[in-house]
């Protein structure tokens, strides 16, 4: 039985040992596209998250995609292009069931201006990273990247702890509000702007935020009382980030760790200017695009500026994967470049081992099958102190949205080794149903995106877009359920490429060969990118995993 969903009634949360497709696989991806909208950001409008990022490109593409779903057979292949089905093939039962390609558009014409318009034409839309393809399970699925940041940020400045450090940053949406959260399990006291007042009472609301203050004044009085108690705390404040850093600059304020998770990505539908009401933006959207865009960037100049004289002054500051350096960039800000972006430096060394964000749903709709699986992780990786660590953090910290689910960062081998298990613990009963197997499309081999995840690379090879569609191509040999390549939308255009994955761990014998050859594969990839780039976390890794990497030098 599909649950009740408080925060969007008209979109239940699926579940239940009810089959409505023929069989559990369908089943399971029809599940996890029902969910990616019951915890979606706007999803009356099928938005997921990231200001555009939509599970499909219309609601009559939406109800054929459904439909399909529930009517196609195992030896079947339904293509989704950019959101919409074209096509039913005539595949075999080892063939993923759901092959996409969304908004990837030619090198010279991929600008975000073009983009709108093939959007404003209907013909194309950006699945974000894991909206398009039914990967996206709320705040959690950027929370450990966010917990693990900060943990790297204690351990290189901060003796290994966050008590008594105060965080700034913005952006409560879909990503950005796994912040507040984040931060206070790594012991901080953290302040989030968000100039949308419902954002941030939703993230109360669901247990990711804590308090929210009145005015600048009471946070940062809150904010300091946390500090010199050394108490873990998450604060909201409703304001406009391009307004409110600078202020805090000018009052000589400087928090031990600043970053940004505004949607900065899109000067329209993403970012808000400052001095514009939500109204307004919202109208400028339909006939003042430019303006928009001329305003936003004059904005992320302001914030962006902020953020650096932070630096100057002795603050850890970071680009949080949302591209706004390349903004201020654009807008004049030469130097924007001085701020590092995430991946770079502080999680390179993990995904160079393609240890990064792997995640389980739990179709059942049941929480016991998470925690269950919670244990198995605990048993299976007693000497992973990252795993245990955050398992640990996250069963007791993490509410649920939506269908139950778990991130971790597991490795090569590590992640095919528990979908095995769970995969005998589906076929046994002993979990109620069928699990979803799936990733961020910011993983090892996955992205090509040289403003965030490959950016610095050893060799030189950021913007080589090879390694996600060899991965992509990797997975539909390897027999996964659904494989995606995306491009970048919006502001992401022209900025990226990535490749999607789903399996399904139904229980069944054909489900034990999925898992092991789709998930060995993919990290198998991760592992030899970073190792043909020369790293030599990657080269450990080929030479202890028995990696079947070629190498040659160049
Ligand atoms: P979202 O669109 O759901 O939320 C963006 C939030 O920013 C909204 O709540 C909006 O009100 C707020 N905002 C916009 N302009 C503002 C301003 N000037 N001041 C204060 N608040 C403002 O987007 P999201 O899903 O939370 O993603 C945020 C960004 O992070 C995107 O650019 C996304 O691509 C990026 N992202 C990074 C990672 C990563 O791995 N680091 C992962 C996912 C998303």
Same mark, same amino acid.
């Given at each position: 039985?599909?649950?009740?969903?408080?925060?969007?009634?008209?979109?239940?949360?699926?579940?239940?040992?009810?089959?409505?497709?023929?069989? +559990?696989?369908?089943?399971?991806?029809?599940?996890?596209?029902?969910?990616?909208?019951?915890?979606?950001?706007?999803?009356?409008? @099928?938005?997921?998250?990231?200001?555009?990022?939509?599970?499909?490109?219309?609601?009559?593409?939406?109800?054929?995609?459904?439909?399909?779903? @529930?009517?196609?057979?195992?030896?079947?292949?339904?293509?989704?292009?950019?959101?919409?089905?074209?096509?039913?093939?005539?595949?075999?039962?080892?063939?993923?069931?759901?092959?996409?390609?969304?908004?990837?558009?030619?090198?010279?014409?991929?600008?975000?201006?073009?983009?709108?318009?093939?959007?404003?034409?209907?013909?194309?839309?950006?699945?974000?990273?894991?909206?398009?393809?039914?990967?996206?399970?709320?705040?959690?699925?950027?929370?450990?990247?966010?917990?693990?940041?900060?943990?790297?940020?204690?351990?290189?400045?901060?003796?290994?702890?966050?008590?008594?450090?105060?965080?700034?940053?913005?952006?409560?949406?879909?990503?950005?509000?796994?912040?507040?959260?984040?931060?206070?399990?790594?012991?901080?006291?953290?302040?989030?702007?968000?100039?949308?007042?419902?954002?941030?009472?939703?993230?109360?609301?669901?247990?990711?935020?804590?308090?929210?203050?009145?005015?600048?004044?009471?946070?940062?009085?809150?904010?300091?009382?946390?500090?010199?108690?050394?108490?873990?705390?998450?604060?909201?404040?409703?304001?406009?980030?391009?307004?409110?850093?600078?202020?805090?600059?000018?009052?000589?304020?400087?928090?031990?760790?600043?970053?940004?998770?505004?949607?900065?990505?899109?000067?329209?539908?993403?970012?808000?200017?400052?001095?514009?009401?939500?109204?307004?933006?919202?109208?400028?959207?339909?006939?003042?695009?430019?303006?928009?865009?001329?305003?936003?960037?004059?904005?992320?100049?302001?914030?962006?500026?902020?953020?650096?004289?932070?630096?100057?002054?002795?603050?850890?500051?970071?680009?949080?994967?949302?591209?706004?350096?390349?903004?201020?960039?654009?807008?004049?800000?030469?130097?924007?470049?001085?701020?590092?972006?995430?991946?770079?430096?502080?999680?390179?060394?993990?995904?160079?081992?393609?240890?990064?964000?792997?995640?389980?749903?739990?179709?059942?709709?049941?929480?016991?099958?998470?925690?269950?699986?919670?244990?198995?992780?605990?048993?299976?990786?007693?000497?992973?102190?990252?795993?245990?660590? +955050?398992?640990?953090?996250?069963?007791?910290?993490?509410?649920?949205?939506?269908?139950?689910?778990?991130?971790? +960062?597991?490795?090569?081998?590590?992640?095919?080794? @528990?979908? @095995?298990?769970?995969?005998?613990?589906?076929?046994?009963?002993?979990?109620?149903?069928?699990?979803?197997?799936?990733?961020?499309?910011?993983?090892?081999?996955?992205?090509?995106?040289?403003?965030?995840?490959?950016?610095?690379?050893?060799?030189?090879?950021?913007?080589?877009?090879?390694?996600?569609?060899?991965?992509?191509?990797?997975?539909?040999?390897?027999?996964?359920?659904?494989?995606?390549?995306?491009?970048?939308?919006?502001?992401?255009?022209?900025?990226?490429?990535?490749?999607?994955?789903?399996?399904?761990?139904?229980?069944?014998?054909?489900?034990?060969?999925?898992?092991?050859?789709?998930?060995?594969?993919?990290?198998?990839?991760?592992?030899?990118?970073?190792?043909?780039?020369?790293?030599?976390?990657?080269?450990?890794?080929?030479?202890?995993?028995?990696?079947?990497?070629?190498?040659?030098?160049?």
């Amino acid at each position: 039985m599909p649950k009740d969903n408080p925060r969007h009634p008209k979109f239940p949360i699926p579940g239940g040992p009810e089959l409505r497709a023929k069989g +559990w696989r369908q089943e399971a991806i029809l599940r996890l596209l029902e969910n990616v909208l019951s915890v979606g950001e706007d999803p009356d409008n @099928l938005i997921v998250y990231a200001a555009l990022g939509k599970a499909a490109r219309s609601w009559p593409a939406h109800a054929a995609i459904v439909k399909t779903l @529930l009517e196609m057979d195992e030896n079947q292949t339904l293509l989704i292009q950019s959101g919409k089905p074209v096509g039913l093939m005539k595949t075999h039962a080892k063939a993923p069931l759901v092959i996409m390609a969304n908004c990837n558009i030619v090198g010279q014409w991929a600008k975000a201006e073009y983009f709108y318009e093939l959007q404003r034409k209907g013909l194309i839309c950006w699945g974000g990273l894991t909206a398009g393809a039914w990967q996206y399970i709320g705040s959690q699925g950027v929370i450990q990247g966010t917990y693990e940041i900060f943990m790297r940020i204690a351990e290189k400045r901060f003796g290994g702890d966050l008590a008594g450090r105060f965080v700034l940053t913005a952006g409560l949406g879909g990503m950005g509000g796994a912040q507040p959260l984040a931060g206070r399990m790594a012991g901080a006291a953290i302040l989030c702007i968000d100039v949308d007042a419902d954002r941030a009472i939703k993230r109360k609301a669901i247990g990711y935020l804590q308090e929210i203050a009145p005015d600048l004044d009471a946070a940062l009085e809150m904010i300091d009382a946390a500090v010199r108690e050394k108490r873990a705390l998450s604060v909201g404040l409703v304001g406009n980030a391009a307004d409110i850093y600078p202020e805090i600059v000018r009052r000589g304020i400087t928090p031990d760790i600043v970053t940004d998770q505004t949607s900065a990505h899109d000067l329209v539908y993403g970012y808000v200017p400052r001095g514009m009401s939500l109204d307004e933006v919202k109208r400028l959207r339909e006939d003042g695009q430019g303006q928009l865009m001329a305003a936003s960037r004059a904005s992320i100049v302001e914030h962006v500026k902020a953020m650096l004289t932070f630096q100057d002054r002795g603050a850890e500051v970071f680009d949080n994967g949302n591209l706004i350096r390349t903004q201020a960039r654009e807008g004049g800000v030469d130097n924007a470049f001085d701020i590092p972006i995430f991946t770079q430096a502080y999680l390179r060394p993990l995904f160079a081992r393609a240890i990064g964000p792997f995640r389980w749903m739990a179709t059942s709709g049941e929480e016991s099958d998470i925690a269950r699986i919670d244990d198995l992780l605990l048993d299976m990786f007693p000497d992973n102190r990252i795993i245990t660590n +955050w398992i640990r953090l996250a069963r007791d910290n993490i509410p649920f949205e939506g269908l139950p689910a778990r991130i971790a +960062w597991l490795g090569h081998l590590e992640r095919t080794a @528990l979908a @095995l298990r769970v995969n005998e613990l589906v076929a046994s009963g002993e979990l109620k149903g069928p699990i979803a197997f799936s990733r961020d499309h910011l993983d090892a081999g996955a992205m090509s995106h040289p403003n965030i995840m490959t950016e610095g690379m050893k060799d030189g090879s950021d913007a080589i877009a090879d390694w996600p569609l060899l991965d992509a191509m990797m997975l539909c040999s390897s027999m996964a359920d659904l494989v995606v390549v995306h491009s970048g939308g919006g502001g992401y255009a022209g900025y990226m490429t990535s490749a999607g994955v789903t399996v399904i761990a139904d229980g069944t014998q054909a489900a034990r060969e999925r898992l092991d050859h789709a998930l060995t594969n993919d990290t198998a990839i991760g592992v030899i990118r970073y190792a043909d780039a020369g790293y030599e976390e990657s080269l450990e890794e080929i030479e202890s995993k028995d990696v079947p990497y070629i190498r040659l030098h160049r």
